[in-house]
């Protein structure tokens, strides 16, 4: 009884070193992931007449990035993409905590091979913010999202798109433009949340109460947004 004992005290120690290494990496993920998030955002933003529409970026709630979407189809399309969400609290404070998310859906046009991009949308309303915060959200069905219009000084009030509760981009091989993204289905990534925040944080505590303990690593988000849009949103009841 006592080898089989110090059998298994032996045999837990290694498995627990392994644990905790496979939670290190994927914090170092996430980490990686937001820092890609704000050169992104600075990559678009410095675009010669071709950034998201100041007042917009004012308008919006929050900012969602996926850093690299992959995109493949072969006589269909398809995507999968992983990313970061961040809502200013309550819809009109400062831009808060990262959520991890995952964008999947169908074909957005047939296509033949693939490529990879950066995805950001801008939620430009309440109703779209509680939607994202809960399992997952359906663009076209939970919530309304058009092709985002660019242009540094483009008004948002002349904008066709503003009816849309979520505005979409997409960046790739320097070309930045409007996408539609209907059918996809963006939900939250509850395992990296729980990494970051613990088990008992919710969508709605990180993005919109933002209760949770402050992440040293999405300092270079807040201030990336901050730069662009520190101020604005729309109030956010729950």
Known sequence: MRRMLLFLLLAAVPLSTFAQSSENKRL????????????????????PDKAIPSDLLDKAVCVGIIPSELKFAFMFGGTYGRGVLV????????????????????????????AESSVIFLVMNAKGARE???????????????AGPVGRHLAASTTGQMGAEILTYSRSHGIFAGISLDGAVIKQDLEDDRALYGANA??????????????PGARVLNRTLDKYS?????????
């Open 230 to 238: 520190p101020h604005g949103g729309q109030p956010i009841t729950l």
């Open 87 to 114: 809502c200013r609290k309550n819809g009109t404070g400062e831009w808060g905590e990262p959520a991890m998310f995952t964008l999947g859906g169908g074909s957005f046009g047939l296509q033949i091979g693939g």
């Open 28 to 47: 170092r993920d996430i980490d990686s992931q937001i820092r890609r998030a704000s050169y992104d955002i600075n990559a678009i933003m410095a675009a």
């Open 132 to 146: 994202l915060t809960t399992s997952n959200a359906k663009i076209g069905v939970d919530v309304t999202g058009a």
């Open 202 to 215: 919710t969508p709605k505590d990180i993005l919109i109460r933002q209760t949770v303990t402050k992440r």
